[in-house]
């Protein structure tokens, strides 16, 4: 059974925090395939985000189970809500990396009528798809 103040402070994190992640390890140091893909796709996408090395705590690692009762680790955060773990990530991250290799071509095609570098104006197209619901971009974070 997780207490209170396990579950407090989970709460405080999440709700006080744009993007958070709880994983395995840091973002520098991933203890685990699934909490390194999280990371790498957060980062690819330049989202800043909080982290939560659950393997430092016993009771936050059983407790963010707890939270959403949700049985896995890494567990996404964005503005409060539960995003989920690698699988979701990774589904939700597909079009947007499908997306990105169209758009490169694209841009390639048109390099002479933009005055932007490639990678800048396809990383725009991709922010700007409805499937990115990450959150906030900026620079990666670690945390």
């Not at 996404?76 to 990396?97: A, H, N, R, S, T």
Request: proline share 6%; with cysteine.
């Amino acid at each position: 059974m997780t207490d209170h103040a396990t579950l407090d402070a989970i709460d405080k994190a999440v709700k006080s925090n744009d993007v958070v992640l709880f994983m395995k390890g840091t973002p520098t140091f991933p203890q685990c395939g699934f909490s390194s893909v999280v990371v790498q796709i957060l980062d690819y996408l330049g989202v800043e985000y909080v982290s939560t090395n659950v393997l430092e705590d016993q009771a936050v690692r059983e407790g963010i189970k707890a939270y959403t009762n949700w049985p896995t680790i890494p567990q996404l955060y964005v503005k409060g809500e539960f995003v989920g773990g690698c699988d979701i990530i990774k589904e939700m991250f597909e079009p947007i990396e499908a997306n990105a290799s169209a758009e490169k071509v694209e841009v390639a095609k048109y390099e002479q009528r933009d005055d932007r570098h490639p990678e800048q104006i396809a990383r725009e197209h991709i922010s700007a798809h409805p499937a990115l619901r990450l959150g906030v971009l900026g620079s990666p974070g670690v945390g």
